[in-house]
């Protein structure tokens, strides 16, 4: 149980962290002339992730935890990291294009186009099977599958679109 508890202050602790961060350099790429894409649908993923997190407090606090998952979850966290290292100030939470910088090509983005999402797909996955909740972490897959089609649909039109011009 104490392990439960430390897993999870510990996730609480890095995506309010990532909130603030994400935050920071939203305001710092809008005051460099950067414009949102899909701001729409930015309030339906802070949803989705705080009842993911909100769920596994209610539901795993107490529970043991598999630790060769955890292990695999600890690992996402290295590659999630990484992502944001690679972007810098441009990492946000949020979809925003700052006209005039070309795309990165390096890190992570050398392998795959969107790895944050596939991190974050990952991590939904496996902490909630960490804690032997299969049904939780199947129907917040599915939520996230579903958000991340919108999502990468209107950034891959942004990114289209700021090519362009």
Do not use: K
């Amino acid at each position: 149980m104490i392990l439960s508890v430390v897993v999870l202050s510990l996730v609480t602790a890095q995506r309010i962290g990532e909130l603030l961060l994400a935050g920071r350099n939203t305001r710092r790429l809008f005051a460099r002339g950067a414009v949102e894409i899909g701001a729409g649908h930015y309030p339906f993923i802070v949803a989705l992730h705080a009842a993911w997190l909100i769920g596994l407090w209610l539901l795993a606090w107490d529970r043991p935890l598999n630790l060769w998952l955890l292990a695999v979850f600890v690992c996402l966290q290295a590659a999630r990291v990484w992502v944001i290292a690679t972007l810098g100030d441009r990492w946000t939470t949020r979809i925003i294009i700052l006209p005039g910088e070309p795309l990165i090509r390096c890190g992570p983005y050398r392998f795959l186009s969107h790895p944050n999402y596939v991190v974050v797909a990952a991590e939904i996955l496996i902490l909630p099977l960490a804690f032997g909740l299969a049904g939780f972490a199947l129907a917040f897959a599915a939520l996230n599958a579903a958000m991340m089609w919108v999502r990468v649909r209107s950034e891959s039109q942004g990114l289209l679109g700021r090519q362009s011009t």
